[in-house]
């Protein structure tokens, strides 16, 4: 399974973006995709994941600010983050299965 996730880039506070991640390859293996940021000087931490069958779930620290969502036929995960804040900067990876990881996309808030 490959991964690859695209959209992150430069947002004021307060603004919105749309994260992507499309699996390729034995995608069909596929059941729960979750999103994964890495702050600067941080480790990765579990911000959301969704389930084959739509099931969600979300960190407090991004409850009501983002939205995971996927498209089974697109083979793809999105993450639609609001209200962002300038410490929501992070290089965000996306995982499926808890075993695949794909390359990040950065997302840096300004002040």
């Known amino acids: 399974v490959q991964l690859q996730a695209f959209g992150g880039g430069l947002v004021q506070a307060g603004g919105s973006l749309r994260l992507s991640c499309a699996a390729s390859?034995?995608?069909?293996?596929?059941?729960?995709m979750a999103w994964y940021p890495q702050g600067p000087g941080k480790q990765r931490e579990w911000v959301a994941d969704?389930?084959?069958?739509?099931?969600?779930n979300y960190a407090d620290s991004v409850k009501g600010r983002f939205t995971i969502s996927r498209d089974n036929a697109k083979n793809t995960v999105y993450l639609q983050m609001n209200s962002l804040k300038p410490e929501d900067t992070a290089v965000y990876y996306c995982?499926?299965?808890?075993?695949?990881w794909g390359q990040g996309t950065l997302v840096t808030v300004s002040s």
């Open positions: 995982r499926a299965n808890s075993i695949y």
């Open positions: 390859g034995n995608h069909f293996s596929i059941k729960t």
């Open positions: 969704i389930s084959s069958n739509l099931y969600t």
